[in-house]
């Protein structure tokens, strides 16, 4: 039985339809009135451990959804209440999606992941770490206007988008050869720029908006941040990403 935290999310109802053809899977949630249709659901709340453990009774593989809980003390603390919970309902191998340069250092948006994977290796626990980067999901360009504009400098993103991590959970969740790895998700690095290209529309980059979090990622794309580069997203799907240039197009003629 496969068990996936935070599973009324985006990201766990995609692996929860991917796993469901393939094997036994049971939705842990904080709320059972919004877990996914057509399978099992258990209450498993980040904040109360007791109902963490009975979510994961029984699992012999755990996929840890990391909460999307902002504040970073208390992300951790429910990180690590998964984790003993994990360790006390006798879990056989724990899946944890973490964050591109978690492996590296705690430092801004990695300190609880950082935090996390620490906990999951001195737990004695098998893991898998899926360091996630971000999704295309939230950042694919729209034509406006019949341009594409952007405040990313023409640098390149190696985002992924959501169901390509999803399917690539359900792999790791049903495959074997997995334990005691780490995989840096990257999706096939693209810019605004070669986007409107592809699809034969101008670009023209403009100014942030203005302080908040997407003028913070900007700067990140600016200097060159978002730019690493690795085949395990592919090597773990058995095929190549979707691109953002594809996707454009997909929906256009959907």
Do not use: C
Not at 121 to 138: E, K, M, Q, V
């Amino acid at each position: 039985m496969i068990v996936i935290s935070a599973a009324s999310g985006a990201l766990g109802r995609l692996v929860i339809e991917s796993l469901r053809t393939r094997t036994e899977v049971v939705a842990a949630v904080r709320d059972p009135g919004r877990a996914p249709e057509g399978v099992p659901a258990r209450r498993g709340d980040y904040d109360d451990p007791a109902s963490l453990r009975e979510a994961f009774d029984g699992a012999a593989r755990l996929l840890l959804i990391s909460s999307p809980e902002l504040d970073t003390p208390r992300r951790i603390r429910q990180h690590l209440n998964a984790v003993t919970a994990a360790k006390e309902a006798g879990v056989g191998a724990v899946v944890f999606t973490s964050f591109l340069g978690a492996g590296a250092g705690a430092t801004g948006m990695t300190e609880a992941y950082h935090a996390t994977e620490q906990a999951l290796i001195g737990s004695g626990l098998p893991y898998t770490f899926l360091r996630h980067p971000f999704y295309s999901d939230a950042f694919v360009p729209r034509v406006v206007d019949g341009e594409i504009t952007g405040s990313a400098g023409g640098r390149g993103l190696n985002t992924a988008f959501r169901s390509d991590l999803a399917e690539a959970a359900a792999n790791v969740l049903t495959g074997e050869g997995h334990l005691g790895r780490a995989y840096d998700f990257t999706g096939p690095l693209w810019s605004h720029p070669e986007v409107a290209e592809e699809l034969g529309v101008p670009y023209r980059e403009v100014p942030d908006a203005g302080p908040g979090p997407m003028s913070w990622i900007n700067a990140q794309i600016r200097a060159g941040l978002l730019e690493q580069q690795t085949d395990d997203l592919e090597r773990v799907l058995g095929r190549p990403p979707v691109t953002v240039a594809s996707h454009i197009r997909s929906i256009a003629l959907s």
